[in-house]
């Protein structure tokens, strides 16, 4: 689900946390060493989001927040912020030239540039906590 998230409203909050989960708290973010991701450049999108990019030749960029239960996948427009709500279910990670985020029938690739090098404490991060959110609720087709 993507939502338009340039101003904060409550109905999208809620939204948000009963996807994925609350926030972290400030300890748990301290404990974890930080819980989102630098900004990186967009390289490439599924078809269907690519409505959600700067139509002209300038670069996207796009970053990423941990939840709970899943991640928040922030693509900025412009002046308009739109937010990918993925549950750690639907959620797919692939390193193939940069890091490509599937779910949803969707996909966002990422350059592999420098900040995608200083991003490998994060996406380390990221793929414990998939594992974790797998031994505790097995998919149908991990079983």
Do not use: C
């Not at 060493?33 to 002209?56: A, E, T």
């Not at 797919?92 to 030239?97: D, L, Q, S, V, W």
């Amino acid at each position: 689900m993507i939502l338009e998230t340039t101003y904060s409203s409550k109905e999208n909050k809620k939204i948000i946390n009963d996807l994925v989960g609350k926030p972290f708290s400030l300890i748990q973010s301290f404990k974890m060493k930080g819980i989102g991701s630098k900004r990186m450049i967009i390289d490439d999108v599924s078809p269907n989001l690519s409505k959600y990019l700067n139509s002209v030749s300038d670069l996207s960029y796009g970053s990423i927040e941990l939840r709970p239960n899943g991640i928040l996948l922030a693509i900025n427009k412009g002046l308009r912020n739109f937010t990918w709500i993925i549950p750690y279910y639907q959620f797919y990670m692939y390193k193939t030239n940069g890091v490509s985020i599937h779910a949803q029938g969707k996909f966002v690739h990422f350059k592999n540039n420098r900040t995608h090098k200083e991003n490998k404490s994060f996406f380390d991060k990221l793929t414990h906590l998939k594992a974790d959110y797998d031994i505790r609720f097995p998919h149908v087709d991990s079983i």
